[in-house]
Nanobody
Framework: QVQLVESGGGLVQPGGSLRLSCAASGSIFSINHMGWYRQAPGKQREFVALITSGDSTNYADSVKGRFTITRDNAKNTVYLQMNSLKPVDTAVYYC??????????????WGQGTQVTVSS
């Protein structure tokens, strides 16, 4: 079993910052890429950012220059630093990881989500 647990969400004013964390735990053999997705009310879940095992990153156009994804492999943790937040960034943010539990068995895992609300 693998669990992904997000933290760091909350209420912030426009222009403010938040840092999300996602810690993976359980019977982990190896972690490939990890990423963040978000889902706003009434909308489909959308890609936000991704970081590979080699620390290559990719971002949605809507967050480029404002969000930064990093990872700490020793802690099996991925972070999302969000700056210059806008009301349109309001959503539930989900962590995703492509994880090998047993040698040769790769699967996608998701966290339970953390709410980010940007409002004055």
């Amino acid at each position: 079993q693998v669990q992904l647990v997000e933290s760091g969400g909350g209420l912030v004013q426009p222009g403010g910052s938040l840092r999300l964390s996602c810690a993976a735990s359980g019977s982990i053999f190896s972690i490939n890429h990890m990423g963040w997705y978000r889902q706003a009310p009434g909308k489909q879940r959308e890609f936000v950012a991704l970081i590979t095992s080699g620390d290559s990153t990719n971002y949605a156009d809507s967050v480029k220059g404002r969000f930064t994804i990093t990872r700490d492999n020793a802690k099996n943790t991925v972070y999302l630093q969000m700056n210059s937040l806008k009301p349109v960034d309001t959503a539930v943010y989900y962590c995703n990881g492509f994880i090998r539990v047993l040698p040769g068995t790769w699967s996608d895992y998701w966290g339970q989500g953390t709410q980010v609300t940007v409002s004055s």
